[in-house]
């Protein structure tokens, strides 16, 4: 994924399934400077990681 569709999405109304390394989270906010976004996992909103954008997967 790249920085414009991490923003994309955390922009949309609607639920878009992204995924880190085969687990589903959310994405909460993303550094373009860095390419980095810092995204928590579904099944635990307060389990909040930063990870490089390019490592995220929209799942179809």
């Known amino acids: ?5 991490a923003q994309q999405i955390i922009d949309s109304e609607q639920r878009i399934d992204v995924q880190y390394e085969g687990a589903s989270v959310w994405i909460d906010r993303v550094d373009a400077q860095n390419q980095t976004a810092q995204v928590h996992m579904e099944s635990d909103p307060s389990d909040k990681i930063t990870v490089e ?8």
């Open 53 to 60: 954008v390019q490592q995220l997967r929209e799942v179809h």
């Open 1 to 5: 994924m790249d920085v414009t569709r």
